[in-house]
């Protein structure tokens, strides 16, 4: 059964920085598609980035420039480092190999 479990989330200032983590078990990853997602309050999911299994990388416009996808095959884990994050950031990030999804992890940036 695949799993795929969120973490690194949390309250940060504009202009901070998090790391988000997604441990994924369950099958083999190294051979597919690994992406990150968010739903902001009272908004629909969006595609944040995703990375192939040999590296390619695909960011949103407002995840370009400021987050960086990555993946460690070794150990079947995704991470978003996340970069001068805003106000408009806040959101549930969801960790997603399709068809599967994570719990998410809540991300808020705010004074």
Known sequence: QVQL???GGGLVQPGGSLRLSCAA????????????????????????????????TLYSD????????SRDNATNT???????????DTALYYCSVLPYWGQGTQVTVST
């Not at 407002?62 to 996808?69: E, L, P």
């Not at 995704?78 to 001068?84: C, D, E, G, V």
Request: charged fraction near 20%.
């Open 62 to 69: 407002s995840a370009k420039g400021r987050f960086t996808i």
């Open 78 to 88: 995704l991470y978003l480092q996340m970069n001068s994050l805003k106000p408009e």
């Open 5 to 7: 479990v969120e973490s």
């Open 25 to 56: 078990s369950g099958r083999t990853f190294s051979d597919v598609n690994m992406g990150w997602y968010r739903q902001a309050p009272g908004k629909g999911r969006e595609f944040v980035a995703i990375i192939g299994n040999l590296g390619t």
